[in-house]
């Protein structure tokens, strides 16, 4: 899912540059957001079918937690190093999913393979 929700945001930028169509746009970043969100919900479900009942809770506590302080400190970040009003940062971000999920399919395919 991580790797089709990059392959969806790449041509955002693209699309806006020989367009000029903010809803072609936001149909990249609505379908982005969609598969995004079914990756979550995938992931959650995983979490909550390996982990042991009576240690659940304490789990999604620390996922929660972890992602709760990161947020904030990933949005300064990358407010810091990247250009707000670009729509290049589209064309990066779905880049680099791609790259992410490729190496983690071709992880899973050697660790599988063991």
Request: charged letters at 5%.
């Amino acid at each position: 899912m991580v790797f089709i929700s990059g392959l969806v945001l790449v041509p955002s930028s693209k699309i806006f540059l020989f367009s000029n169509s903010a809803i072609l746009v936001s149909i990249c970043i609505a379908a982005f957001n969609l598969l995004l969100s079914i990756y979550n919900i995938q992931f959650m479900t995983f979490i909550q079918m390996m982990t042991d009942r009576n240690h659940i809770g304490r789990v999604f506590g620390i996922i929660f937690s972890i992602a709760i302080i990161f947020m904030p400190l990933g949005t300064f970040f990358f407010q810091a190093i990247l250009d707000l009003k670009s729509i290049y940062n589209y064309l990066l971000f779905g880049k680099l999913l791609i790259i992410t999920a490729s190496i983690a399919i071709i992880m899973n395919i050697f660790i599988s393979n063991d």
